[in-house]
């Protein structure tokens, strides 16, 4: 048992699906899980156990902002042995050709700032995905006829910016999405030597300012799901 995370050795499988939403956590267990267990309910941020075609699974909520997944990572991967972390999450598009609903694999992370800043101090450190998930997450996704997008994304620190002169230079430079925890989960992947994967359904859109429903992003993610337990374990 940890300060954030209530579960009891052995209840978190090596590897951990992270939803920023813990509802969301709920729904992908109960759906995709069999014999899913709730091994964490501190501060409401649920975390669930089971076995995906009969291999160890755990989805677990990470919260909002590169702080909390810091948190939880942290102490899944210290703890807990976790080997395998994907985020799987909301991100809003900066491309004209990324779309609603469309598949997001964030090979690289920009930042402002991370928690890790303090570490890296002078260096711009440039953390980036586990290729080996990249790779088997690419084919799940197009294997199902996703629409699924390989780059670089942007890790925000804050939600509700207001930096437009920030977001047109990362749109010029590429940058297919913003979210905000990719960053700093591939800074603790790579200092603590395991695999980790941001994993991404667009949300809403920057330049067109369509945007899905909070219910929908909730429970309709289900392709992602779907990709990042194939990737891993498929």
């Not at 084919?139 to 509700?160: E, L």
């Not at 330049?207 to 779907?226: K, P």
């Amino acid at each position: 048992m940890t300060i954030h995370i209530g579960a009891e050795p052995g209840q978190i499988a090596e590897t951990v699906l992270m939803p920023g939403d813990p509802l969301r956590a709920k729904w992908a267990a109960g759906r995709f899980l069999d014999d899913a267990v709730c091994v964490n309910q501190v501060r409401g941020m649920l975390g669930f156990t089971g076995t995906w075609r009969g291999e160890r699974v755990t989805i677990q909520g990470s919260g909002m902002g590169m702080a909390s997944m810091s948190i939880y990572a942290n102490e899944l991967i210290r703890d807990y042995g976790a080997r395998a972390l994907i985020r799987v999450g909301s991100a809003g598009a900066m491309q004209p050709d990324v779309h609603i609903r469309d598949i997001i694999l964030a090979q690289t992370a920009t930042s402002l700032s991370t928690p890790s800043s303090g570490i890296f101090r002078e260096i711009n450190f440039a953390p980036c995905a586990d290729f080996g998930l990249l790779r088997a997450a690419h084919a799940a996704a197009t294997g199902q006829g996703a629409r699924v997008h390989v780059g670089g994304i942007y890790s925000s620190d804050v939600f509700y910016d207001e930096r437009p002169d920030l977001n047109e230079i990362m749109t010029r430079h590429g940058i297919l999405a913003v979210e905000m925890e990719a960053a700093e989960l591939y800074n603790l992947a790579a200092r603590h030597k395991v695999r980790a994967l941001a994993l991404l359904t667009v949300s809403d859109h920057l330049l067109t300012h369509e945007a899905l429903s909070s219910q929908d992003r909730e429970q309709s993610f289900g392709e992602m799901i779907e990709i990042a337990l194939t990737a891993a374990l498929g």
